[in-house]
């Protein structure tokens, strides 16, 4: 069993008695602690069974308990997912709010505090695949041009960051989060590196190849910022000299897409997809590909297998002779 957390203080929920409440704050520092899950999806599974546990206690007309809970029947379940998509929730929120639902069950059966059986009678929802849009290469190339920006009414030195920033993101197949999470101490010098240590999901981290080019902007970029850099400091600051928001360069690139003629699904996120397509259209290993991207599964990685299926498709009806 999960030793409880000392000094804990309950979560305050109108909708359940404060037993119930106690657990779901135990659950979720024992989520965060041992399974370090992001504050991100913490959020999520505690927004989730706050709204499970306002709809029971609406749908029976009394206060959640432990008890009751335990006691859960899969019609109350699908009542509550039938609520939820009634509110035009997509299948990936759905699948998320069970597998949360699911994740606290389990908790309160190791604890010793009753078994929710019906959770695992309730199939996950289905959801379709959406297969990533990449921008294409001579495009992704431009977004780490500074000259592209030099109409802009901006510091010539928010150009140079803006470029190396993008330039990483489609060099090394960054997640925005882990570009703006590094450390000046991270990034080498051109010529005295080529590789980078990353921090992603899960604060698990992996190592990153990184292209001289790239290192090249970044250098420039340095060379230029005018608010001192310490080596433990982040290497990508905003015009005020802190941590650099990941919508300041969500703002970049819609700007940029729209000079470029790109499409809306051309944002930061897409020059990562764009980074492992064109590395597996190149002949790349699916294996590397998913180290590279720091993917837990290799299913995650296998989507990009479906974009390059597309391509070949779409140079077959172009290309071959018909009769």
Same mark, same amino acid.
């Given at each position: 069993?999960?030793?409880?957390?000392?000094?804990?203080?309950?979560?305050?929920?109108?909708?359940?008695?404060?037993?119930?409440?106690?657990?779901?704050?135990?659950?979720?520092?024992?989520?965060?602690?041992?399974?370090?899950?992001?504050?991100?999806?913490?959020?999520?599974?505690?927004?989730d069974?706050?709204?499970?546990?306002?709809?029971?206690?609406?749908h029976?007309?009394?206060?959640?308990?432990?008890?009751g809970?335990?006691?859960?029947?899969?019609?109350?379940?699908?009542?509550?997912?039938?609520?939820?998509?009634?509110?035009?929730?997509?299948?990936?929120?759905?699948?998320?709010?069970?597998?949360?639902?699911?994740?606290?069950?389990?908790? $309160?059966e190791? %604890?010793g505090?009753?078994? !929710? #059986? +019906?959770?695992?009678?309730?199939?996950? @929802?289905? /959801?379709?695949?959406?297969?990533?849009?990449?921008?294409?290469?001579?495009?992704?190339?431009?977004?780490?041009?500074a000259?592209?920006?030099?109409?802009?009414?901006?510091?010539?030195?928010?150009?140079?960051?803006?470029?190396?920033?993008?330039?990483?993101?489609?060099?090394?197949?960054?997640?925005?989060?882990?570009?703006?999470?590094?450390?000046?101490?991270?990034v080498?010098?051109?010529?005295?590196?080529?590789?980078?240590?990353?921090?992603?999901?899960?604060?698990?981290?992996?190592?990153?190849?990184?292209?001289?080019?790239?290192?090249?902007?970044?250098?420039?970029?340095?060379?230029?910022c005018?608010?001192? $850099?310490?080596? %433990?400091?982040?290497?990508? !600051? #905003? +015009?005020?000299?802190?941590?650099?928001? @990941?919508? /300041?360069?969500?703002?970049?690139?819609?700007r940029?897409?729209?000079?470029?003629?790109?499409?809306?699904?051309?944002?930061?996120?897409?020059?990562?997809?764009?980074?492992?397509?064109?590395?597996?259209?190149?002949?790349?290993?699916?294996?590397?590909?998913?180290?590279?991207?720091?993917?837990?599964?290799?299913?995650?990685t296998?989507?990009?297998?479906?974009?390059?299926?597309?391509?070949?498709?779409?140079?077959?009806?172009?290309?071959?002779?018909?009769?």
């Open positions: 069993m999960t030793k409880p957390v000392p000094s804990l203080q309950p979560i305050e929920l109108d909708c359940a008695d404060p037993t119930l409440a106690l657990e779901m704050t135990r659950w979720l520092s024992h989520l965060r602690a041992e399974r370090r899950l992001s504050p991100k999806t913490l959020e999520a599974y505690a927004r069974l706050r709204q499970c546990l306002i709809f029971l206690s609406g029976w007309g009394r206060k959640v308990t432990l008890k809970f335990a006691a859960l029947e899969a019609s109350d379940i699908r009542a509550f997912m039938a609520m939820r998509r009634a509110d035009d929730i997509g299948g990936r929120s759905l699948m998320r709010a069970l597998a949360g639902l699911r994740s606290f069950g389990r908790f $309160l190791r %604890e505090k009753g078994k !929710v #059986g +019906a959770l695992s009678a309730i199939r996950a @929802p289905k /959801i379709g695949k959406s297969l990533p849009k990449p921008i294409q290469m001579a495009a992704a190339k431009r977004f780490a041009d000259d592209e920006r030099a109409g802009e009414d901006r510091d010539p030195w928010i150009w140079a960051r803006d470029a190396a920033v993008m330039a990483l993101l489609y060099g090394s197949g960054l997640r925005i989060s882990e570009a703006l999470g590094l450390k000046k101490r991270d080498p010098r051109p010529g005295e590196g080529d590789v980078i240590i990353v921090t992603g999901k899960g604060n698990k981290t992996r190592m990153v190849p990184v292209l001289q080019n790239v290192l090249a902007l970044i250098a420039d970029y340095t060379a230029v005018p608010h001192p $850099l310490t080596p %433990e400091g982040p290497i990508f !600051v #905003g +015009a005020r000299g802190g941590p650099l928001s @990941p919508r /300041i360069i969500q703002l970049t690139m819609e940029l897409r729209g000079a470029l003629g790109l499409p809306d699904s051309a944002t930061p996120h897409a020059l990562r997809h764009s980074f492992a397509t064109h590395l597996l259209s190149r002949g790349g290993d699916l294996r590397a590909i998913q180290e590279l991207l720091g993917h837990a599964s290799l299913s995650t296998q989507i990009y297998t479906g974009i390059d299926s597309e391509r070949l498709l779409e140079v077959y009806k172009t290309a071959h002779p018909r009769a």
